[in-house]
């Protein structure tokens, strides 16, 4: 069973930056594609950034530039270094994975087979 577990939120001012992670118990470079999702309250939960196995990444429109995802398969960690960020980023962020073959860019979140259980992001102005 895939166990995913984020860490890095917290509160910060617009233009300040965090970097979120999120650990894995297993052996991340089986994974197919890892995701960072958020969630804002009243909101449906949005991709946010996404990673394949051989590193291609993709991001949402309203991250690009501003947002990198990254991972360390001997760590069993992805990451995501979020720069100049504004109030519209709070929520919660959770990570996403899944073994299947497929596109891993997805703005729902079906894609995906295993979650972690968040980690709140709260930019103040």
């Known amino acids: 069973q895939v166990q995913l577990v984020e860490s890095g939120g917290g509160s910060v001012q617009a233009g300040g930056s965090l970097r979120l992670s999120c650990a894995a118990n297993g052996d991340i470079s089986n994974y197919h594609c890892m995701a960072w999702f958020r969630q804002a309250p009243g909101k449906e939960r949005e991709g946010v950034a996404f990673?394949?196995?051989?590193?291609?990444?993709a991001y949402a429109d309203s991250v690009k530039g501003r947002f990198t995802i990254s991972k360390d398969n001997a760590k069993a960690t992805l990451y995501l270094q979020m720069n100049s960020l504004k109030p519209e980023d709070s929520g919660i962020y959770y990570c996403?994975?899944?073994?299947?073959?497929?596109?891993?860019?997805?703005?729902?979140?079906?894609?995906?087979?295993?979650w972690g259980q968040g980690t709140q992001v709260t930019v103040s102005s």
């Open positions: 996403a994975a899944d073994l299947n073959r497929g596109l891993c860019v997805s703005p729902g979140t079906r894609r995906y087979s295993y």
């Open positions: 990673i394949d196995r051989n590193r291609l990444t």
